[in-house]
Structures are given as C-alpha cells and as structure tokens.
C-alpha cells in the first residue's frame, strides 16, 4: 500500500502553442512521434526516452493574459489503515467566481489497483490520467506484472518534467496496492495526505481520527467528515464526497454522498449536545 504526492508543474502552457507556419499536435512534431512509450527495462532504471517538440513554447516565452482571473477550489485526502487505502474528494469544479460543475469526477481509476487524486486544471489532470494509464498498460504488457505504485509516481513525474515552468497544473496523490507493501520510489510516500486549498481544514479532523486499527465504516465516516469540514469552510470545494476503498483485490467506489446530508447529520449532534450554563 502506498501514497504518492505529485506537486504541480504550473507556470506558462498555452501561449503561443502554433502559427500557421508552424503547428504543434500533442504527441506529434512535423510527422514525428515524441510521446511513444517508454521503454523500460526494470523498475528501477526508469529514465523515459522523452524530448520536448520544436517550437513548444518555453517559460521564456511572453505569457498571454487570462481574459479573467481563475479561482481554484478542490479538496482530495487519502490514508493508509488496516483495511487499505481510502481516498476521497469532494466535487465542485468551480472557475473564477463560478462553479463551473458541481458534479466533477476528481478521483480517477488508473487501472485495476491504482486511482488518482488530481486538483488543479481539471483537463490537464484528465489529459495526464490517461497518458499514465496508457504506459501502466504497456509495461504490464511487456513485463507481465504492475508497476508499484511508487514507480508509477516515479514515471508521471519524469513525463511532467519536461513541462516545468510551463502554466500545466497538474497535483495528483497515487493511491493503490502494492502486495501489502509500500514503495517510496519516484514520490513523497506519506501514511496519510490532504491536498488543495481545502487541505488545512481537512487536516483537523484526520489528525486526530486516522489510526492503523480502523475499520472501514470508521475510515469512511472520518473521511466523509474530513471532505465536509473542508467544503463547510472552503467555498470553491463542495456539492458530494466520493469516495474510493483499494484492497488487495483491486479498488471500490462507493456510492456518491451528497454533504448536505452530513449537513444536517452535523446540526442534529450539535442539537443533541448538552449545554451548560454557569448562573
């Protein structure tokens, strides 16, 4: 079992991408395919034949402003018990004042033992998603098993060097199973995790709640509580909570919850609370 932490890779990405002279398709430079999987002879000696095309635009290169200002809200956790890894994120894509979608899919299955938490810009996250998956594929394909959860942090990260300093945004946390074993390979491993803006809220309550001996309905309920206290004080993250459970036997989604309900859940124990007064 293991968690990755991946930070952003954001700066200057889509200025001044093509001319009509001069057009750069992802994947493709002038008939050339520079994306192609890597080869990679074991898992520890993982260095992706991996070149930048010509003419992609550099963070030297004059930024063009956003015709507005762009405000991102998300809130995503996992941590490592007994019974697995449980991840779990809110939903609420917002952009700038607005939520753009209430009902955005912020983690996302990589193959069969690995899911993604992702914040930032939801297309980049999406985009880098499947190019991850895609090479997980390729190298179960060549070597007949899966790459560790650290080595496919160690693989996204090498994939996204090349566009440091560039506007990517990209945050992702890897959470999946590895044999019972945890791998720190390409990564910052850590038992348990919150990123994004909503982080420091959700961090309150899994200090003081994450223990090794949980059970799964106790991790669940602390993660739920987690996500709430998040969206209760960050008004970019809110709507759902969705949450993932990886075990040996691959990862579960479990049903979508919306977080009024943990809402109201939240006024009846404050209702239900004893009050004391001093006369």
Known sequence: MALQDLCNFKDIFLDSIATEQ????????NGRNYMSGFAMPSQDSMEPTFSLPIGLPLSSSHSVPLPFPMSHGTTTLAFIFQGGVLAAADTRSSCSGLVACPAAQKILPIHSHLVGTTSGTSADCALWKRILARELRLYQLRHGRRLSTGGAAKLLSHMLQPFKGTELCV??????????EMDGHGGKEMDCLSTAVGSPYAYSVLDQGVQWGL?????VSIAREAVFRATYRDAYSGNCVDLYHITSKGWTRRNREDLKEEYYREKERQRQKPCFYNL
Do not use: I, R, Y
């Open 22 to 29: 001069s057009s750069v398709t992802f994947g493709k430079n």
């Open 171 to 180: 945050a992702a946390t890897l959470c999946g199973w590895d044999g019972g």
């Open 215 to 219: 059970t799964v309905q106790e991790a």
